[in-house]
């Protein structure tokens, strides 16, 4: 019996259509088998960030003034903000006492000079011991000692600037009873200038060095950062903060004072250790104290786990050590899919 035309024609369509279907059917279940992911290649770069840490405007140099003996101030010249140059007389001590102490202890070096040239002779001409001269000769030492004492005395009743500078602190008052050692004045000393200091914390303090850069944003004395280096380090954090005081050497700015506030921005390296690398927070789970897991891809682009070491956390980046290297690919998004051995397919742009 004769086939007719269009029996055979849709009897192709059906075969067409069944054979699509199939095909669709394999490509859907292909694309359920094979999880979509984004990777990360690992980078050898070592991870930088920069720290902001406020702080203050000092003279390098801030010294505290004070006599060295007790007594009544007569005379005190400057006030607080005051500009002295080097060598001006900033106060005095009434000399009355300083004075009478010098006379006394001049006089008494005198009668014992002149008792001992007496007791020399004698001894000479064999009249006392030897441990009665030997005694007359301490105690002219003695006297002329005193004599030097008081000398020193005198001569330190009269404060002089070190150094041209302004006056940071004035502590007295003439006709006040100061006692010997204590500031009477503190002089910042303009010649060597001004410095910035900052509390940093042990663990970015650690990674600092003596001649790092740092910009500082001082914006009462420069509308642009001031490139500044560190030039002191604390040796011993603060007690009571756990900080360490880092110091940066300012250039030389006339509108510099002591005082202002300014921000010092540094870039610190992430590790001094090469076998460190970053990777983003999101390739990393089973986070636990101090290690988590990663999916690292192979050449076929399945899957395996690896336990990593995180040495840091980031806003962006943990840094982390041993299970991974340079140029390994690792799973950033999609790792609640996984399991180890899937096979993945590499997409871009997944949320």
């Known amino acids: 019996m004769p086939v007719s035309s269009k029996f055979l024609t849709g009897l192709s369509l059906l075969i067409a259509l069944a054979g699509c279907s199939d095909s669709a059917s394999e490509s859907k279940v292909a694309s359920k088998t094979l999880s979509p992911v984004e990777i990360f290649t690992v980078g050898a770069q070592s991870l930088q960030r920069e720290i902001n840490a406020v702080g203050t405007v000092r003279y390098r140099r801030e010294t505290p003034l004070g006599f060295t003996t007790a007594g009544k101030v007569a005379l005190v010249r400057f006030e607080e903000g005051d500009v002295v140059k080097r060598g001006a007389l900033l106060a005095a001590l009434d000399t009355t006492n300083v004075g009478a102490d010098m006379s006394v202890a001049t006089a008494e070096r005198d009668r014992v000079r002149a008792e001992f040239d007496r007791v020399r002779a004698l001894y000479a001409d064999g009249w006392i011991t030897k441990a009665r001269f030997e005694t007359a000769e301490a105690m002219l030492k003695s006297a002329e000692a005193r004599v030097r004492q008081a000398g020193f005395a005198s001569s330190t009743a009269q404060l002089y600037a070190p150094s041209s500078g302004v006056v940071l602190m004035r502590n007295v008052q003439a006709g006040q009873v100061i006692a010997a050692g204590t500031p009477a004045l503190i002089l910042g000393e303009a010649d060597d200038g001004f410095v910035f200091r900052v509390p940093i914390v042990d663990r970015d303090a650690s990674k600092l060095r003596v001649g790092m850069a740092a910009d500082i944003s001082i914006e009462s004395a ?130």
């Open 222 to 351: 420069s509308e642009a950062p001031l490139t500044a280096t560190i030039s002191e380090i604390d040796g011993r954090a603060n007690a009571g903060t756990g900080a360490f005081s880092v110091q940066f050497r300012l250039p030389n700015v006339p509108t510099l004072r002591s005082g202002q506030i300014g921000t010092a921005t540094i870039t610190l390296p992430a590790s001094e250790k090469g076998d460190q690398l970053q990777i983003p927070a999101s390739a990393l789970f089973g986070v636990r104290t101090g290690e988590g897991l990663v999916y690292v891809l192979d050449a076929k682009n399945r899957v395996e786990i690896r336990n990593v070491i995180i040495q840091r956390v980031t806003d962006k980046f943990v840094l982390v050590s041993g299970g991974i290297q340079p140029g390994d690919k690792i799973v950033t998004s999609g790792l609640e899919k996984l399991r180890t051995g899937s096979t993945v397919r590499i997409v871009k742009g997944l949320r």
